[in-house]
């Protein structure tokens, strides 16, 4: 029989939050919500500063970014098959728009809850393995849903893609990037909560438990493999919750959602932002996407060139990407004004 009252030794080798949001967790109040309201006074102001196309593209990016951060930073767990939940999502939100004629918040729904279903069976397999050869299975898997995409040419139309995804939506006229920008915007905030509440909850603490000390937490009685099992399922369906609305938003889907390329990106953007920051993968996202647009419109070809040579040096220099950095140096900063 076990004490109620933890000693110090297992105080300090209870898993903490990882550093960004440690930092964000013991700010006083006021500043995290002048952080909440600077981010959505941002989120509001973004198809007005910037092509509201590259509004949509970041907030779908965002989705993504944070659904492999839930995976890599909270559990422990790199993934290089996340374009098969995203594009899964992209093809089924595309075909149930347009053969069912649904509103296109249905449709993504019903994107999103395919992904979760695909999650299922791959993540029952993969998350038997660790490191290296969880990455290897997931990009395995990835690839696999990429080759029956292009094969199964009679619903996914192969090369050509699925053209004229339309945005229904109880008649409202969202043919406007812009428009269909806020019509979006709640579903985005919605997934971000969703994972924010995750990583804050029991079961989120139990998470970094596994991903610091998985015999331990074996040991204290948590199933391991379901718990990583019901984290790889959350991850594929937010994301397949920005897939879903990034095939709405181009009103197309190609086979491009499923390349192996589009895993590789996502954790990219998961790196440059801080790996277990949650919200550094939503700073990523916008980064690289305004980036690749800019280099883009100057006709610059080699875009994969700067973004590379930009994580290369993020990772020798900020080694907890920019979000983690900055809630690192304000940590510090913190400590030294209360001497």
């Known amino acids: 029989m076990t004490s109620a009252v933890d000693t110090p030794a297992e105080k300090s080798a209870r898993p903490t939050p990882p550093s960004g949001l440690l930092t964000v967790a013991r700010a006083p109040g006021w500043v995290r919500y002048a952080l909440l309201v600077v981010g959505l006074v941002v989120a509001f102001w973004l198809p007005r500063g910037i092509y509201p196309a590259v509004a949509v593209d970041i907030l779908c990016w965002a989705l993504l970014a944070v659904s492999v951060d839930l995976l890599l930073g909270f559990t422990g767990l790199m993934s290089f098959g ?8 992209a093809y089924v939100t595309g075909l149930v ?20 279903l695909l999650a299922l069976p791959i993540g029952h ?25 292009n094969e199964w040419r009679s619903v996914t139309k192969g090369e ?10 109880f008649g409202v006229d969202l043919t406007d990037d812009y428009y269909f920008y806020y019509a979006i915007l709640p579903i985005v905030l919605l997934g971000l909560l969703a994972a924010w509440r995750i990583v804050h909850s ?4 139990v998470l970094v438990g596994i991903r610091d000390n998985p015999a331990r937490a074996r040991a204290l009685g948590y199933p391991v493999h379901r718990y990583k099992l019901t984290a790889f399922v959350l991850s594929g369906f937010l994301a397949g919750l920005g897939g879903g609305l990034f095939a709405v938003g181009h009103r197309f889907v ?5 390349h192996w390329t589009t895993s590789g990106k996502a954790v990219i953007v998961v790196v440059l932002g801080g790996i277990g920051t949650l919200w550094g993968g939503v700073l990523g996202a916008a980064l690289v996407v305004r980036l690749e647009d800019l280099l ?44």
């Open 97 to 116: 728009a347009i053969h069912a004629g649904l509103p296109f918040p249905a449709a993504v729904l019903a994107g999103a809850l395919a992904a979760a």
């Open 160 to 169: 050509n893609g699925l053209q004229g995804v339309p945005r229904s939506f």
């Open 296 to 339: 883009s419109y100057s006709g610059f070809e080699a875009i994969g060139l700067v973004t590379g040579g930009i994580f290369v040096l993020v990772v020798l220099l900020f080694r907890r990407g920019i979000w983690g950095s900055v809630a690192a140096l304000a940590l510090r900063f913190r400590r030294r004004s209360s001497r």
């Open 125 to 149: 397999l993969a998350v038997k393995r660790t490191g290296i050869y969880f990455a290897m299975v997931t990009l395995a898997f990835a690839q696999m849903v990429y080759y029956v995409a």
């Open 82 to 89: 996340h374009a098969a939940f995203w594009g899964t999502s």
């Open 254 to 258: 190609s086979l491009d959602v499923l």
């Open 202 to 205: 029991p079961f989120g603490r």
